[in-house]
């Protein structure tokens, strides 16, 4: 895996004025962490707050990596190397505070999202960073010997920052919560600077504060066969997450297996190509649009009024959306998309 920010790009804009002494009306950084590129840009802040404001969200990601890397040598591979010995194990704040959301999430999907599920994820391939990953998939009983283990995040005990457990397959992964939690805490650092226009965007999953000069920031939404299925406004603060299934999977001779697993029964999630959820919270948005996409098009609504979630727009593997009101309603969408909204 590439080392944490191989990049780490400071662009000084000055479109839309009159010279470049004036003060930049847009400025940009691009940083790498957990396998994504990062982009932040911000509006009408000058160019010394904005390398201050970019040097304190780096310093921050930088401890993100080193502190929630699922695979690569840390405090979580620490924390699940002690859960496997029967151990206690010290963590910090973000980490508990992830596993207590993640607790309530995986309790109120129903299980279709489980932070706990480490222990599968590394026996599909998937803790990696190069795909596709070439070869067969596990076998059957390895699968079900894992499955009858039933690791789970609330079989985790929290007291202060010491976390424990009794179960020895509770193996944390929160490639469901990080980006979105991470998208979160740049935000709010930006916020507290006083910056007050702003988008954090993690390779199509972002969040906005403010406005884009005079207009609102306007967001494309990917098709999972290319393109774009449409685009809507984002408002003054709003993230909006995509769960897909067609970017990181393993194939073995004519068979694809997607990245993303159910944790009920194991194996990789099929029936919808990609999730898409607006709501206010970064954390919130990426953990549901995962559970969105393990519930499929037969559970997904009872999932989403757990959640307290109305904008919704899911892809099927035929290339149909499926959308409901409220989100259709500020969705602009491509020529030739096939729509069907949903009641909810």
Request: charged residues 25%.
């Given at each position: 895996?590439?080392?944490?920010?191989?990049?780490?790009?400071?662009?000084?804009?000055?479109?839309?004025?009159?010279?470049?002494?004036?003060?930049?009306?847009?400025?940009?950084?691009?940083?790498?962490?957990?396998?994504?590129?990062?982009?932040?840009s911000l509006w009408g802040v000058d160019e010394e707050k904005s390398k201050e404001a970019f040097a304190?969200?780096?310093?921050?990601?930088?401890?993100?990596?080193?502190?929630?890397?699922?695979?690569?040598?840390?405090?979580?591979?620490?924390?699940?190397?002690?859960?496997?010995?029967?151990?206690?194990?010290?963590?910090?704040?973000?980490?508990?505070?992830?596993?207590?959301?993640?607790?309530?999430?995986?309790?109120?999907?129903?299980?279709?999202?489980?932070?706990?599920?480490?222990?599968?994820?590394?026996?599909?391939?998937?803790?990696?960073?190069?795909?596709?990953?070439?070869?067969?998939?596990?076998?059957?009983?390895?699968?079900?010997?894992?499955?009858?283990?039933?690791?789970?995040?609330?079989?985790?005990?929290?007291?202060?920052?010491?976390?424990?457990?009794?179960?020895?397959?509770?193996?944390?992964?929160?490639?469901?919560?990080?980006?979105?939690?991470?998208?979160?805490?740049?935000?709010?650092?930006?916020?507290?600077?006083?910056?007050?226009?702003?988008?954090?965007?993690?390779?199509?999953?972002?969040?906005?504060?403010?406005?884009?000069?005079?207009?609102?920031?306007?967001?494309?939404?990917?098709?999972?066969?290319?393109?774009?299925?449409?685009?809507?406004?984002?408002?003054?603060?709003?993230?909006?997450?995509?769960?897909?299934?067609?970017?990181?999977?393993?194939?073995?001779?004519?068979?694809?297996?997607?990245?993303?697993?159910?944790?009920?029964?194991?194996?990789?999630?099929?029936?919808?190509?990609?999730?898409?959820?607006?709501?206010?919270?970064?954390?919130?948005?990426?953990?549901?649009?995962?559970?969105?996409?393990?519930?499929?098009?037969?559970?997904?609504?009872?999932?989403?009024?757990?959640?307290?979630?109305?904008?919704?727009?899911?892809?099927?593997?035929?290339?149909?959306?499926?959308?409901?009101?409220?989100?259709?309603?500020?969705?602009?969408?491509?020529?030739?998309?096939?729509?069907?909204?949903?009641?909810?």
């Amino acid at each position: 895996m590439h080392t944490l920010f191989t990049r780490f790009l400071l662009i000084v804009s000055c479109a839309w004025l009159t010279s470049c002494s004036e003060p930049a009306r847009k400025t940009e950084a691009q940083f790498f962490i957990f396998g994504t590129v990062i982009d932040i840009s911000l509006w009408g802040v000058d160019e010394e707050k904005s390398k201050e404001a970019f040097a304190r969200v780096n310093a921050r990601f930088r401890d993100m990596h080193r502190n929630w890397h699922a695979w690569e040598p840390g405090l979580l591979t620490e924390i699940n190397e002690a859960f496997r010995n029967g151990n206690r194990a010290p963590a910090n704040d973000d980490i508990v505070y992830m596993t207590r959301r993640s607790q309530a999430i995986e309790r109120k999907t129903g299980g279709r999202f489980n932070p706990a599920i480490g222990g599968l994820v590394g026996l599909w391939g998937f803790h990696t960073s190069e795909y596709p990953i070439l070869g067969p998939p596990p076998r059957e009983d390895q699968i079900r010997a894992w499955l009858d283990r039933q690791p789970s995040s609330n079989d985790i005990e929290i007291d202060g920052l010491v976390m424990s457990t009794t179960n020895p397959a509770v193996q944390l992964d929160f490639g469901g919560v990080a980006k979105g939690y991470a998208i979160d805490i740049a935000c709010d650092l930006l916020r507290d600077m006083g910056i007050e226009n702003a988008i954090v965007n993690a390779g199509g999953d972002l969040k906005t504060l403010g406005a884009h000069g005079e207009r609102a920031w306007r967001i494309a939404i990917r098709s999972p066969g290319g393109g774009v299925v449409g685009s809507l406004e984002a408002g003054r603060d709003e993230a909006i997450f995509t769960s897909g299934n067609y970017e990181r999977f393993r194939q073995d001779n004519q068979t694809r297996y997607p990245h993303i697993l159910d944790p009920r029964n194991g194996w990789p999630v099929r029936e919808l190509a990609s999730v898409t959820v607006v709501t206010r919270e970064g954390l919130l948005a990426d953990a549901a649009a995962t559970a969105l996409i393990v519930a499929g098009l037969e559970d997904w609504s009872s999932v989403a009024r757990a959640l307290d979630l109305d904008q919704v727009l899911m892809v099927d593997e035929s290339g149909t959306v499926w959308v409901t009101e409220k989100m259709r309603a500020r969705m602009s969408f491509a020529e030739g998309v096939e729509v069907r909204p949903v009641a909810f």
